[in-house]
């Protein structure tokens, strides 16, 4: 018996050595992770320390655990310099009306805040100072708005109901010296399910992308620091919108998130794409790629929400970041396929508009905010997707 448990654990030295003599295969363009020698041992083990972190949810479910009517609220911002809480909201039909604003609150009584708008009869309409989202924060605003400069974002009803508003000018952008009085006021509502990221983002694609960094000290603590929480929601968007006093009524089809924590470093992404689908069907998707090197450089993830409202979150994507725009221009068209609930969705998409704005403290975000048709298993629809580059080219890989 001895000699077998002796002659066990000389098979298991010699594996162990022969594993750890192999070398990691590098890094794609010298950022993007790829399975190393021990992956196979790191994943379960980080896919069960999850699994702990999640049990309590689990257990009791996120509306017992979390109290909505907080989350809703304004956040109280941390003592960081680059504390955030930000909202962020976009809507379309399917005759062409687009819809995208957001604020990102900062200290010093800063936003960082957008507003696009595109109806077939104007084109795009960009909030006025964009390129540039450095907006100063309403000097009195009401206790509970998201506001700065004319725009404002106003929660009424835990995951219910929201007023979304904007009153000043903004610019045509096929002819940029033009400015047109625009006044919005619409209400968003929603009795879609809501989806929190830390929760319910499946443990298989969290613990793959960890498992596929080199385990360090500086990578735990920087998966801390830069932990936010992240909750998002489909819905609707009913009002109206005039331009130079023409008005237009507004029945579009919405989407909403709402992120804080205690920092957002634009300096330490280094890349993402995300798109939000809504089909002509009532179907709507979302999906994301995520390369951020202190964290993780490939993190996949989104849901399908059906329209009897059952959400189903993405099993497997084939869409690869670094294949797709990595040199810094976005491509025109983009296909790929991805899996959810057993299901393959076969997707083609083409974007019509497109426009840049830049975020961070020194501008080293630029964002690509582009209008898109598509095609999902052959039901037509519309689109919004955003392409996110590190200017500085050299990403951080340290909080």
Not at 1 to 11: C, E, K, R, S, W
């Amino acid at each position: 018996m001895y000699v077998d448990v002796l002659a066990g654990f000389i098979v298991l030295f010699l594996v162990f050595c022969l594993i750890n003599n192999r070398k990691d295969p590098k890094r794609v363009f010298g950022i993007y992770s790829r399975p190393g020698k021990w992956y196979f041992a790191k994943y379960p083990a980080i896919l069960t320390l999850l699994f702990l972190r999640r049990f309590k949810f689990y257990l009791l479910g996120k509306d017992r655990v979390l109290d909505v009517a907080q989350l809703e609220k304004l956040q109280p911002l941390s003592s960081h310099p680059l504390a955030f809480d930000a909202v962020f909201f976009h809507a379309v039909s399917q005759n062409g009306v687009y819809i995208c604003g957001g604020t990102e609150r900062r200290q010093d009584a800063k936003v960082s805040g957008l507003l696009y708008v595109l109806v077939p009869d104007h084109g795009l309409l960009l909030s006025s100072k964009l390129p540039d989202t450095v907006l100063d924060a309403d000097a009195a605003p009401a206790p509970k708005e998201y506001a700065a400069e004319g725009i404002k974002f106003t929660p009424v009803e835990p995951m219910r109901t929201w007023r979304v508003s904007f009153a000043g000018k903004m610019r045509l952008q096929k002819d940029p010296a033009r400015l047109v009085d625009v006044d919005l006021k619409a209400t968003w509502t929603s009795d879609y399910p809501w989806f929190l990221y830390e929760v319910e983002l499946p443990l298989k694609k969290i613990a793959r992308s960890i498992a596929l960094e080199p385990w360090t000290e500086d990578l735990f603590r920087n998966l801390k620091d830069a932990h936010q929480t992240h909750y998002e929601q489909m819905g609707y968007l009913e009002g109206t919108l005039k331009v130079d006093g023409k008005e237009t009524r507004l029945s579009l089809d919405s989407f909403r998130d709402h992120s804080y924590g205690f920092k957002r470093d634009w300096s330490l992404m280094h890349r993402y794409i995300f798109h939000m689908f809504y089909l002509s069907n009532q179907t709507r998707i979302t999906l994301g790629l995520v390369c951020q090197p202190c964290t993780s450089t490939d993190l996949e993830f989104g849901y399908v929400v059906l329209p009897n409202r059952k959400l189903e979150t993405i099993d497997h994507c084939d869409l690869v970041l670094y294949q797709h725009g990595e040199n810094g221009t976005p491509s025109d068209e983009l296909c790929f396929t991805f899996e959810a609930n057993d299901t393959t969705y076969e997707v083609k998409v083409t974007y019509e508009v497109t426009h840049v704005h830049f975020k961070g403290k020194n501008r080293e975000a630029k964002m690509f905010e582009r209008f898109f048709k598509c095609e999902v298993n052959g039901v037509t629809g519309r689109g919004i997707s955003e392409w996110h580059y590190n200017v500085a080219g050299a990403t951080k890989r340290s909080v």
